[in-house]
T-cell receptor, first 117, second 112 residues
């Protein structure tokens, strides 16, 4: 089975702190994604990566950056956390061709619920 | 504008009953449509995927239908169980610009 793990299930940070969210997948997938999920808004794509050291902005990249130094690991970074970044963050991975489109399935991690005070 | 609309927003039914969730989309050109199930506090898990040429797909007690002409999909759950309580998310992929568009989900509650 594909396994996507995220470093923390729950995280509480203060405004202005630098926050790292880690995601690891064990299926050698090329593509990895970071989403945030908010009530009434559904999942929104922050960034995705289709290869090591490659990254593409999603729909809401402002306030976030990412890092993919190894194929299995995709990190989401909040340089200076703000209260409006309180959310559920979901990582996903998928095999297939580069980019977002493919019929292959995305496999999601369990999510990290981040609260910024 | 590419959009995916789901209805109802939430639904409460008794255990053992059937229910149908709706998904309407305006994504064009259409590539494929997926239904995901998301348990509380967990990531979404894929239930079904349908491409343009498929109009029905089953996964156990879950049956998804697709009408590409009217751009509508439904997810039918038969003989509901308490474990079906979850959010169900419709996701449509566009065959251009590498876009995946998520619906906001339907929150289903199954009561004993």
């Amino acid at each position: 089975d594909v396994k996507v793990t995220q470093s923390s299930r729950y995280l509480v940070k203060r405004t202005g702190e630098k926050v790292f969210l880690e995601c690891v997948q064990d299926m050698d997938h090329e593509n990895m994604f970071w989403y945030r999920q908010d009530p009434g808004l559904g999942l929104r794509l922050i960034y995705f990566s289709y290869d090591v050291k490659m990254k593409e902005k999603g729909d809401i990249p402002e306030g976030y950056s990412v890092s993919r130094e190894k194929k299995e690991r995709f990190s989401l970074i909040l340089e200076s956390a703000s209260t409006n970044q309180t959310s559920m963050y979901l990582c996903a991975s998928r095999t297939g061709t580069s980019g977002v489109y493919t019929t292959d399935t995305q496999y999601f991690g369990p999510g990290t619920r981040l609260t910024v005070l | 504008k590419n959009q995916v609309e789901q209805s109802p927003q939430s639904l409460i039914i008794l255990e053992g009953k059937n229910c149908t969730l709706q998904c309407n989309y305006t994504v064009s050109p259409f590539s494929n449509l997926r239904w995901y199930k998301q348990d509380t506090g967990r990531g979404p898990v894929s239930l079904t995927i349908m491409t343009f040429s498929e109009n029905t797909k089953s996964n156990g007690r879950y049956t998804a239908t697709l009408d590409a002409d009217t751009k509508q999909s439904s997810l039918h759950i038969t003989a509901s169980q308490l474990s079906d309580s979850a959010s169900y998310i419709c996701v449509v992929s566009a065959d251009r610009d590498d876009k995946i568009i998520f619906g906001k989900g339907t929150r289903l509650h199954i009561l004993p």
